[in-house]
């Protein structure tokens, strides 16, 4: 088994229990999944799901062995593997047996995070900006962004009230490499180097959450 | 949470005993085959069970409880021990405990919400005791101002018309004390416009009469006559509160009618707000470097210009939007009025179908937009001065201002479209007399395709396939209009010319798109009335269609130019919460059939998603009135 997560791609969910704390013996209770290992020196917990059945485009036959990392906070847990894909299947599958009332995505408030920063410059610069362009229906639907600030770029500021973000990638404004993508409906993902960039995913999270772009849609019983 | 199969609960008074016994059917005619004449019927439908309810769910002695209005995710966690059923009452959710102590969790807990609540102590189906909470009061103020106004001295055509107004709001206001906030605010809006118009009528020499105010009063009553019985049919007391939907007599349709009112919410936050009436007004202030928009080419940029995105509503107050009353009804389908806004009753069971869908009401929302826009165009025609002042316009060939030499450039496309139509060679001599001939006659079809081209690039979002599909579907609604299809072919392809203005055949891309998505859809629908259509495009494209068009681009032009803007259109198209990629799939998270509470914001695009189906449904009409009702969530 590979108990190394790092130079992985990495994209998930970002979920939430209606009800409850999420524990580590959940996610341990999910069939053909077992607990590999804390990820060294973060609170990050490292899972690895055994499959008989590819959960992604596979070129040799089964079983398949994917990593799922996990961080949890409460009622959150942000769940990822090398796929989207096999988050969704877990989410379908698994968790759903598990977890009554089941996990729900927490939204984040890409356009409104995006507009943010793009008008009161942060910590965070944006890397990486896809937008949808309603005013012109089907003749032009969607614009991507690429860059190191696009927020100091003109062009994109003056074209803001157009624009609906759905999804965005995150830099530290001081420079490196982009640390983390972001989608509408609660989507994650990022490249971990290092198990250094988890931390780094882990403030930027603490960032969206204390600004106020982490929507819950759960009621209280 | 998954929506399954529709059932229906059937309610009969007992003579002996003098009672109330209420049962479970699985399908409509099964309760017809014995009806009595105390009887009321409505669906209800399964929540995560797929097998029907069978008639002995109500035996022995049950609870049955109503709790509303509510989303049913909220009581998820009532499922363990409670059956759970959900209606388009206002009091939603049906459970059925298996314990009394579970029923009186689950009361408490209503009471704790501030929810409706009615509770039934069954015997083998007979109600032996009813429990329900009560109502709040209306304002003070709003009874104090009803009060005030019914014992105003009213000319006597009036008089009627006030004493049904007057306890019908007061009725509604009161019972409606669990809606959103919003729409008891909206419900106040009404009535202060309705106070206002009858007062101003007594006190001034203006334009309003006692039958024009009595037109305006007879339509908020009906509306709001409508809603009302709809809306709070079935709440308590359930047994005393019949609905004369008598499909739905037993619950009403109190979620349909919450729905429809957060889509026509949504259009008022975006649509109305927007003020596009007043700024289209304001192009009256641009004076300068006016073009001449007969002659001005198509390639210039004058054309693309966000003319009215660029003219901020001005810092004055404007009046404020009077909200229409939202409401079901058969005999008048779909259709708008200065206060009223209506959808067909058949939408309740079958809107998941395009036949059906409530997106037909963004054709009417445009009527009302268009028909104010429409007043500032026209001159006044009743005055002397303003039929010699236009007279002169088309004389002049230079408007004076920006709104002058748009309405130029619709008076000389009048002019055109009756030469095209009366096959006349020579130019028409106009004077006074015919001026005003001119402009009446073809007032509506200048209405027609402004509203069109409106509808198309605003609610459409300029997908030709879509907007072709949705008019053409709804036209096929409507019994005997084979006299309308040339009209109806003409102002489809003016619709669709509107995003081809630029090209150099413009006209003929409009018609082969209008003509490629006819064909799909006759060969997926065998519709008499398209194949009449295309039949029509092929044999008289040349001899009439293309001289129509081309005389209706003027107008086209004016629609395309000074009636969109992308401001306006960001507002209402976008959505944060659309994912997917940034191809043509995209969408929601939500499940069809799942009554996930997932937040949506925008719900004209949650109905261009999920009103596609082939075949109506009443149970996936029932989630789309769900997830309007409940999932809506405000800007």
Known sequence: MKTDVTNLYFSGLLLESPLRTVQRADLEKVRNVSFVEVVHGTNWEHFSLKSEQALRPEDRPGPYDYPIICRRSGSRVLVLSVTRQIVEHLLQHDFESIFSPQLRRVSIAVDGLVKGIANKPTAYALSFAHARVPAFGNSLRAISFYGDDLAEASLFRGQLDLMVFFTCGLREAAGATEIVRLGGDGAISFFMGTSHRVLE??????FLRHEGYLTSEIWAA | MKLERQSFLVLERLAKPSAHKVHIVQTLSEALLDWKPSMRISPIFAVDRPHAPSTSALRGRRRLLFIGPVHPDALRWAQRNSRLFVSLGLLNVLLLPNSRAEAAKLLKWAKEKGLLYEAWDLENGVVKKAVFSEAGAAPAELLKGLANLSSMALPPELSDAVGEYCPLMACTVSRGSSFPSAMLQDLRQIDNYVVETVRELKGSAGENTPYRVLGQLLSVNAGLSRFSSQTFAGTSPIMETECHFWSNSLLGIGVATLGLWHLNSFLEQTLGKARIPERFARLAEIRQDVPDLTTLSINDPFWTADHLGRLEPLAREYEPLIPPLTYFSGRDGFKSTATTLSAPLACVSSCNSPRWSLLTLTHEVSHTIVRSVVSELYPNLGEHRE????????????????????????????????DVYSKRDG????????????????????????????????????????????????????????????????????????????????????????????????????????????????????????????????VVKIARTFLFSDAVATALRGDPEISGKAGKKEGYTLRAGYLDLRHIRNPLRFLEQYTTSKVASATASAWIFYVLAFCVQGR
């Open chain 2, 387 to 418: 039929r010699l002042e236009t007279l002169d316009l088309i004389e002049r060939k230079q408007g004076r201002s920006l709104l002058e030499e748009i309405r130029r450039l619709l008076l000389v496309s009048i002019v055109r479209m009756d």
């Open chain 1, 201 to 206: 995913v882990e403030r930027a999270l603490s």
């Open chain 2, 427 to 554: 130019a028409l001599e106009i004077d006074e007399e015919s001026l005003v001939g001119l402009i009446e006659h073809w007032q509506r079809e200048i209405e027609e395709i402004l509203v069109h081209v409106f509808d198309f690039l605003y609610f459409y979002g300029k997908d030709v396939d879509r907007y072709v599909s949705g008019i053409w579907t709804s036209w096929g609604t409507i019994p005997n209009i084979n006299n309308r299809i040339r009209d109806y072919v003409i102002r489809s392809i003016c619709a669709v010319l509107s995003i081809h203005l630029r090209r150099p055949s413009g006209e003929e891309s409009a018609r082969d798109q209008v003509y490629r998505t006819l064909t799909r859809i006759f060969t997926e629908t065998n519709d008499e009335y398209v194949k009449k259509a295309m039949v029509y495009i092929e044999k008289h494209w040349e001899d009439e269609i293309r001289d129509r068009v081309l005389a209706h681009k003027g």
